[in-house]
């Protein structure tokens, strides 16, 4: 391969691994200038990967994800929080009302137009509710697929203590959902994130051991260190920006500073990072 296409794949890489970070840190903040007042943070980047990028993550993603966050968790994997995030692309507006409907009631919360940046948002409405499963977030956001359509994307943050079969329903659920509204469930792709206090001094990288991983790209300022990872144990990916879109990246992982002490927190994305679903 040609020197300047090496560094172009580096480059491409490095503001990957620095974008995810960053929005993984926004969110943090938002989170917790947010959560005293009540309110969701409007200002959150719902998509930060588009759907052409992504492959969903799999039942044997979550699966596998289980079983290292039970070894190196504190309390196991029962004692995490776990979030899941589907990005469902290419709906019509009716389509994503019934989403809306059958997982967050028929009510819907008016979103500003730009964010905090004043940038535009891209986020026509939100609606949340809170059941047995945990807290429902559904949100629609244009597309430039198409005239007409839109993408949804739907959070679970899953109540506690977290149980494996109730993700899976969850998963279920979501995916009976979208065919009773005539939407193919193969288009719902599927991010998963758990959070939680490590074991050991050494559970990161057991848990990056147990996944085969290979780092792709490392961000860190003075209070969290959040590194991309490629594997082969995973289904789900997302593709880097590299030109010929060939690198693909499999999980990330956040941890706080002092990262090697026990009880440090831990946070595991696959493919990525969700954001708002699954904190520590």
């Avoid at 691994?17 to 989170?31: C, E």
């Avoid at 109540?159 to 998963?171: D, V």
């Amino acid at each position: 391969m040609q020197a300047n296409d090496l560094e172009r794949k580096r480059r491409s890489r490095q503001a990957f691994g620095l974008g995810a970070a960053a929005l993984l840190l926004a969110v943090l903040a938002l989170y917790s200038s947010s959560r005293g007042a009540g309110t969701p943070g409007w200002g959150v980047p719902d998509k930060p990967a588009s759907a052409s990028q992504l492959v969903s993550a799999s039942p044997g993603d979550l699966g596998r994800l289980w079983q290292w966050a039970d070894a190196e968790f504190s309390g196991g994997a029962a004692g995490g929080s776990w979030g899941l995030r589907w990005l469902v692309p290419e709906l019509t507006e009716t389509q994503a009302k019934q989403l809306r409907t059958q997982l967050a009631g028929a009510d819907a919360a008016s979103v500003p137009s730009t964010d905090e940046r004043g940038a535009e948002s891209g986020i026509l409405w939100k609606a949340e509710r809170t059941d047995e499963t945990g807290r429902w977030l559904v949100s629609a956001l244009r597309s430039g697929s198409g005239e007409g359509e839109m993408e949804a994307v739907i959070r679970l943050a899953a109540a506690q203590p977290a149980s494996k079969p109730s993700l899976e329903r969850a998963q279920a659920r979501v995916l009976g959902v979208l065919r009773g509204a005539g939407v193919d469930d193969a288009a719902a792709l599927l991010s998963i994130q758990a959070s939680g206090k490590g074991l050991r001094e050494d559970s990161a990288e057991r848990i990056l051991a147990a996944a085969e991983a290979r780092r792709l790209d490392k961000y860190e300022d003075e209070a969290t260190i959040v590194s991309t990872y490629a594997t082969d144990r995973l289904e789900g990916s997302v593709s880097l920006e590299a030109d010929d879109g060939s690198e693909r990246a499999n999980l990330q992982l956040a941890q706080s500073k002092p990262g090697n002490k026990p009880g440090a927190a831990i946070t595991i994305g696959v493919p990525l990072l969700t954001g708002e679903a699954g904190r520590p």
